[in-house]
């Protein structure tokens, strides 16, 4: 079933573009990554989808729903009805989704409460099961604490927490694990894995590599559109975009055949210019003069797989 459709989601903000008309849709039970450079509009783009674009913004689409709502139709009673149970966002800084003046134990006891009929006794244990369950140390320590007393990886954890708790059926997770070490990654990854099973998700992160453990599909974003979009493994073994290759050879891995990193050349472009043509062409080691006079469309150039290139690399 759709769970959540956009067509043509532009966001612009003094006139410019952030996000560029991009279409995504997704399943239930389906996970998507979205990965790009900082500053391509990964972010925009999530708080777009859930309709919380800050004030300057101005969002337009064709088609914009989640579980069949017009989310640019709602209005905010509405939006906080659906938040947390059909739809919940993991906020890439935690200080954006915690109130500070409330304990991690209200906050999640309000957040239960909001959309389950139960008491505040039983509440208060889901809460503390919801703590456990992202690796918090002596959660009912934690439960009368404030979110300026956590460490920031505790925070990260809290906002986890926040966002699972009522299961909802969408979840938007910005850089969920940045901030957190290895092995309490390792934890959140098999936690959001397993909701995965009645739910779906969209991860945006910079880590290819946990975009490919928990994802069936990748976007790859730049300049506010998608360049590249695929199933994970075919991107990984096959990519079609310039960039996105570049993306590959500039993550780190273990491979003694390949001891280098290759940054991509260049700066990206400013978010404010507007180039004729294809925006990553001043930094594209195949552009030619029709990628810097025309902007490619995002086409399918196999089953499941779509590239915005004049010339991308043969996938088959
Ligand atoms: N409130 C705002 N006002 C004006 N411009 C903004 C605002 N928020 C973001 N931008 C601009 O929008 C563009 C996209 O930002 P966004 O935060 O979506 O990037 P991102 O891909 O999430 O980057 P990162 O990987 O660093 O989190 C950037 O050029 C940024 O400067
Ligand atoms: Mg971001």
Redo the contacts with the bound molecule.
């Keep these: 079933m759709t769970l959540l459709s956009a067509r043509n989601l532009t966001v612009e ?1 003094n006139a410019v573009p ?1 996000v560029d008309g991009i279409d995504l849709d997704l399943a239930s039970g389906e996970a998507l990554g979205i990965v ?1 450079e ?8 999530a708080l777009a989808l859930i309709g919380l674009t ?1 004030p ?1 913004a101005t969002i337009r689409a064709d088609t914009l729903t989640i579980a069949g709502n017009d989310v640019l139709a709602l209005d905010p009673r509405q939006r906080r009805a659906l938040g947390g149970s059909v739809m919940s966002m993991v906020f ?1 800084d935690p200080m954006t989704g915690l109130n500070p003046v409330r304990s991690i134990g209200s906050l999640l006891i309000e957040a239960i409460r909001r959309h389950q009929t139960i008491d505040a006794a039983r509440a208060r244990q889901l809460g503390l099961q919801a703590l456990a369950d992202v690796g918090i140390p002596d959660p009912v320590a934690r439960f009368s604490a404030y979110p300026h007393e956590l460490s920031g990886g505790m925070r990260q954890r809290v906002m986890i927490a926040l966002a699972l708790v009522n299961r909802p059926a969408l979840i938007i997770a910005d ?1 969920p694990t940045t901030a957190l070490d290895a092995t309490i990654q390792a934890q959140i990854l098999e936690l959001m894995r397993a909701r995965m099973r009645d739910a779906a998700l969209i991860l945006i992160t ?1 880590d290819l590599g946990v975009a490919a453990e928990l994802c069936g599909r990748i976007a790859v ?1 730049y300049h506010g559109r998608i360049v590249e979009e695929a199933p994970v493994a075919d991107l990984l073994a096959r990519p079609a975009h310039p960039y996105t290759c570049g993306l590959l050879t500039a993550v780190p891995r273990f491979d003694p055949a390949r001891p280098r990193l290759m940054p991509i050349p260049g700066a990206p472009l400013p ?1 404010s210019e507007r180039l004729p043509g294809c925006a990553f062409a001043p930094r594209c080691p195949r552009a030619r003069d029709i990628c810097r006079a025309q902007v490619p469309a995002l086409a399918e150039i196999a089953s499941g797989r779509k590239v915005a290139c004049h010339f991308p690399e043969a996938v088959a």
């Design positions: 903000i952030i790009g900082s500053g391509s509009g990964k972010t925009m783009t800050p300057a890439q850089e910079h974003m978010a």
